[in-house]
T-cell receptor
Framework: AQSVTQPDIHITVSEGASLELRCNYS??????LFWYVQSPGQGLQLLLKYFSGDTLVQGIKGFEAEFKRSQSSFNLRKPSVHWSDAAEYFC???????????WGAGTKLIIKP | EAEVAQSPRYKITEKSQAVAFWCDPISGHATLYWYRQILGQGPELLVQFQDESVVDDSQLPKDRFSAERLKGVDSTLKIQPAELGDSAMYLC?????????????FGPGTRLTVT
């Protein structure tokens, strides 16, 4: 069955430091991959998505992600985090059979001043 | 910018009571989703609508949950009777069509606490 794994429940980084959030998927065909962010008390916002083409995709708020088929990964990165990036981040894959999203459990990002 | 609206934002109810959530998707979006998100987990799809028709409700606990989208626009999710285990965030999302390339836009959610 298709699944998405985010191995880190929490990650703490200092403000200004770089960030990488891990996402691994299990899916037989070419996946359509997404990263969403959920700030406290708010809904989910799409950061970026990968469908095909260039494996390095740029998103909003200075985030990028790289699709690596050989590693079944779609890790999210940001070169320098800001305190406002503190939130929960979700990786998801869409099933092209019914266009439904399969979600990871999320990674909570904590920013140290 | 158009947004998905949900109300109420917060709801506290006693177990065995009925509760209802409302969602108004972005204008023109044909597909509407209801998700349940338990703290510390990703969203779980409860029901998907295409216009006024249910496309998938396989994960909806139909003995107590119901959902409708009568005119293919706004939608209501109901729980009757509520149970302690129903405490969660209920998210509504919409997309232009049900397609892998179309983004799902999420509302702010309704936080339900059952006491």
């Amino acid at each position: 069955a298709q699944s998405v794994t985010q191995p880190d429940i929490h990650i703490t980084v200092s403000e200004g430091a770089s960030l990488e959030l891990r996402c691994n998927y299990s899916y037989g065909a070419t996946p359509y991959l997404f990263w969403y962010v959920q700030s406290p008390g708010q809904g989910l916002q799409l950061l970026l998505k990968y469908f095909s083409g260039d494996t390095l995709v740029q998103g909003i708020k200075g985030f990028e992600a790289e699709f690596k088929r050989s590693q079944s990964s779609f890790n999210l990165r940001k070169p320098s985090v800001h305190w406002s990036d503190a939130a929960e981040y979700f990786c998801a894959v869409v099933l092209d059979s019914n266009y439904q999203l399969i979600w990871g459990a999320g990674t909570k990002l904590i920013i140290k001043p | 910018e158009a947004e998905v609206a949900q109300s109420p934002r917060y709801k506290i109810t006693e177990k065995s009571q009925a509760v209802a959530f409302w969602c108004d998707p972005i204008s023109g979006h044909a597909t509407l989703y209801w998700y349940r998100q338990i703290l510390g987990q990703g969203p779980e799809l409860l029901v998907q609508f295409q216009d006024e028709s249910v496309v998938d409700d396989s994960q909806l606990p139909k003995d107590r949950f119901s959902a409708e989208r009568l005119k293919g626009v706004d939608s209501t999710l109901k729980i009757q009777p509520a149970e302690l285990g129903d405490s969660a965030m209920y998210l509504c999302a919409s997309s232009l069509v049900a397609d892998t390339t179309y983004e799902q836009y999420f509302g702010p959610g309704t936080r339900l606490t059952v006491t």
